[in-house]
């Protein structure tokens, strides 16, 4: 059988990202023996998947999208893997340009903030499966895309499985700093962590932050390697200035997140700029940040 996959989130300007749905897919139909074509127009073909994560992507599929099985949050909130191809080891190869293992141990979340689409695609945060379902040893890095890992039930026994690992981790979605405490501290330094990232969005749990960040630089964890997600442009919320300059106080990288409704349209963000911000963070978080400064 000839299988098509489409991914509407690649694009000829940016390096693709891999969508794990469909990697998951492919890896299943070619146990199978059928031929899989990722973004590959055929004339004819079997079976065709689509899939879109970002809903300001979903419009590329027009045109085809109704002949095809569709999924992913950009289209169906709930649309699902059979559990069979959901606990499949991903077809790395799908992306060529892909290095890491990537996966998730949870599903879920446990909070409910009004801009994250989550909790509505995936319910509360439950544990899913072992990091060692989707480690590929041809990689020496691995992205874990949990939502909110010290929140879920097998947090521990992820970090234990996770300290095992010949990897370098990535929680590239960001660790909850509101339920960071000792023992977590505990367990993940004994993981091989580049950087934490955590997020301040929202200036009610202030108080957290500094409670966490002190509970970090107290554990010795030095202060350029914690990163903190801001969200910028959210309706209604203009204190993104003052949580990057409490962000500011501490020294540590700051990746600010511009907001984006469903159209991929961002805000116009009237904040105003003080000229005692100062930023820290990489390369790359700077360019954002120069971003969202020309639009203040």
Excluded at 23 to 29: E, N, V, Y
Excluded at 85 to 101: G, N, T
Aim: glycine content about 6%; hydrophobic content about 40%.
């Amino acid at each position: 059988m000839k299988i098509l996959l489409f991914d509407l989130d690649m694009s000829s300007k940016r390096k693709a990202f891999p969508n794990l749905a469909l990697m998951k897919l492919s890896a299943s139909h070619k146990a199978r023996g059928d031929e899989v074509y990722l973004n590959f127009y055929l004339a004819q073909c079997d079976l065709a998947y689509v899939s879109c994560v970002f809903s300001w992507n979903k419009h590329k599929g027009d045109g085809y999208i109704d002949q095809c099985f569709v999924g992913g949050s950009g289209i169906d909130l709930k649309a699902k893997l059979s559990n069979e191809v959901e606990h499949i080891k991903p077809d790395y190869d799908l992306y060529p340009d892909c290095k890491w293992s990537i996966g998730y141990t949870s599903r879920g979340c446990s909070r409910n903030c009004p801009w994250c689409l989550v909790p509505k695609k995936e319910g509360n945060i439950q544990a899913w499966t072992s990091p060692k379902e989707f480690y590929d040893p041809r990689f020496s890095e691995m992205l874990l895309l949990d939502n909110n890992l010290l929140a879920s039930p097998n947090w521990k026994e992820t970090l234990v499985e996770l300290a095992e690992l010949p990897v370098m981790v990535d929680c590239n979605q960001g660790l909850d700093i509101r339920v960071l405490n000792d023992e977590h501290i505990h367990y993940l330094k004994r993981v091989r962590m580049k950087v934490l990232r955590f997020a301040f969005d929202h200036i009610s749990y202030e108080s957290a932050v500094r409670i966490g960040i002190e509970k970090l630089l107290k554990a010795e964890y030095n202060k350029r390697r914690l990163s903190f997600y801001v969200l910028i442009g959210f309706p209604n919320d203009d204190t993104a200035i003052e949580r990057m300059k409490i962000l500011q106080g501490y020294g540590v990288d700051v990746y600010p997140m511009i907001y984006k409704d469903d159209s991929g349209k961002e805000p116009e963000l009237n904040l105003h700029w003080d000229e005692t911000l100062s930023f820290r963070g990489a390369r790359g978080n700077l360019r954002k940040f120069l971003r969202v400064v020309g639009k203040l």
